[in-house]
Nanobody, 115 residues
Framework: QVQLVESGGGLVQPGGSLRLSCAAT????????MGWYRQAPGKQRELVAT???????NYADSAKGRFTISRDNAKNTVYLQINSLKPEDTAVYYC?????????WGQGTQVTVSS
């Protein structure tokens, strides 16, 4: 069983930065890819970035240049650094990992970008 707990969201002004964290419980963290998704009000959940067990990263076009995904296997944690935040980045950000037939999600952390 895997539990994912996100943190680090909040209210930030345009142009600001945030670092989101996702702590995973259970074993095997280092063996699996991790991902960040987001869901804005009235929109579908969308992929933001992924990182494999070998630290290969992939970003949605909308995330390239301002978002950085990273992981610390010693802490069972994956991070999402977001710079130059824009109002359109406002969303609930979710952590995800897929292990075969099991797909795990965290509860999400709210990011609101507003002046």
């Amino acid at each position: 069983q895997v539990q994912l707990v996100e943190s680090g969201g909040g209210l930030v002004q345009p142009g600001g930065s945030l670092r989101l964290s996702c702590a995973a419980t259970g074993s095997g963290f280092s063996l699996y890819a991790m991902g960040w998704y987001r869901q804005a009000p009235g929109k579908q959940r969308e992929l933001v970035a992924t990182i494999t067990s070998r630290y290969v990263t992939n970003y949605a076009d909308s995330a390239k240049g301002r978002f950085t995904i990273s992981r610390d296997n010693a802490k069972n944690t994956v991070y999402l650094q977001i710079n130059s935040l824009k109002p359109e980045d406002t969303a609930v950000y979710y952590c995800n990992t897929n292990r075969g037939i099991y797909n795990y999600w965290g509860q999400g952390t709210q990011v609101t970008v507003s002046s």
